[in-house]
């Protein structure tokens, strides 16, 4: 009896790639467990726990940067070919999502815009080291119904701070994400609304609290006068 490996095999045989820099290997594993748990699954079970493990290894010396910087690469280029052939949205709101001012850290921002572009959503993704006046700018010029906010680097938390406070001082829903709100100090001068758990679980909040679905299409008037069809004798 065939029996698909649970998600977090895949972690195991991905790190595998990556101490060998076989950085087509890692892709080609994605797809797989894309393939059998689907893409939600593949990346809070899969990318999101090998980011961690590469980056708790890199932290302690056992890997160097080198690996972390390839697995970031492959994951990117997975994400980006994945939502290259997404169709065009079809729910009604669009989500901003940034990173904080001086931050680098985008791959968890662009696997959002993949969950959310996969539900329909219509997404733009400023990415990396946003300033808060472009922020603002972009805001102002999209109107979005929401926006998410990401940082992962303690030391310059401050300032996604900022970026957060500025959206919400202009009105809008904002949400913030990431290592650098873990801290109390940061959440207790923080207006917005963390985003702790998977990225499913914002993706498909997102999609259901801030945009529309497209509206039903119009019941066929054939249908309505149909005739009952009668058992013949
Ligand atoms: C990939 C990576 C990089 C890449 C980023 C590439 C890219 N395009 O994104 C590069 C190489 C650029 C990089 C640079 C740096 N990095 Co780095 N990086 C990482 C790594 C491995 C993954 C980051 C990530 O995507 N995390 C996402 C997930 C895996 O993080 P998580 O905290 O578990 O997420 C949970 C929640 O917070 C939530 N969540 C997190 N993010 C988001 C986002 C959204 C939208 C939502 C809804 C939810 C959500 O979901 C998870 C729960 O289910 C982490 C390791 C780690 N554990 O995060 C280090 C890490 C964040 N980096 C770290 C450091 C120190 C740096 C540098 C300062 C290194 C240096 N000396 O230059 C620079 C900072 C550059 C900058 N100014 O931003 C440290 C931060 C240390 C700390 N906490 O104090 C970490 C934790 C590594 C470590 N163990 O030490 N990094």
């Keep these: 009896m065939h029996v698909d490996p649970a998600p977090a095999t895949y972690v195991g045989t991905i790190l595998t790639a990556v101490r060998a820099f076989n950085q087509s290997r890692v892709?080609?594993?994605?797809?797989?467990?894309?393939?059998?748990?689907?893409?939600?699954?593949?990346?809070?079970?899969?990318?999101?726990?090998?980011?961690?493990?590469?980056g708790t290894f890199w932290s302690s010396g056992t890997i160097d940067v080198a690996h972390e910087h390839m697995l970031s690469t492959a994951?990117?280029?997975?994400?980006?070919?994945?939502?290259?052939?997404?169709?065009?949205?079809?729910?009604?709101?669009?989500?901003?999502?940034?990173?904080?001012p001086q931050d680098m850290h985008t791959l968890a921002l662009d696997c959002l815009d993949l969950l959310l572009g996969s539900r329909g959503v219509e997404v733009c993704n400023l990415g990396a080291q946003t300033p808060v006046a472009s922020l603002l700018l972009a805001a102002r010029s999209i109107n979005?119904?929401?926006?998410?906010?990401?940082?992962?680097?303690?030391?310059?938390?401050?300032?996604?701070?900022?970026?957060?406070?500025?959206?919400?001082?202009?009105?809008?829903p904002v949400y913030f994400a990431g290592s650098?709100?873990?801290?109390?100090?940061?959440?207790?001068?923080?207006?917005g609304v963390p985003l702790d758990g998977t990225l499913t679980e914002a993706a498909q909040m997102l999609a259901t609290r801030h945009t529309t679905p497209p509206p039903e299409p119009v019941s066929q008037p054939r249908d309505r006068f149909r005739q009952p069809v009668v058992a013949s004798a």
């Design 144 to 172: 979005p119904t929401a926006v998410v906010l990401s940082s992962h680097t303690p030391t310059v938390a401050s300032q996604a701070v900022r970026s957060v406070k500025a959206v919400a001082e202009a009105g809008l």
């Design 180 to 191: 650098s709100f873990a801290s109390q100090f940061f959440r207790q001068n923080t207006p």
């Design 27 to 54: 892709g080609a594993v994605l797809d797989d467990a894309d393939g059998v748990h689907g893409v939600d699954a593949t990346i809070d079970e899969v990318i999101f726990p090998s980011l961690r493990v590469v």
């Design 75 to 100: 994951v990117a280029r997975w994400v980006a070919a994945k939502s290259a052939v997404l169709p065009g949205p079809s729910r009604k709101g669009t989500i901003l999502l940034a990173a904080g």
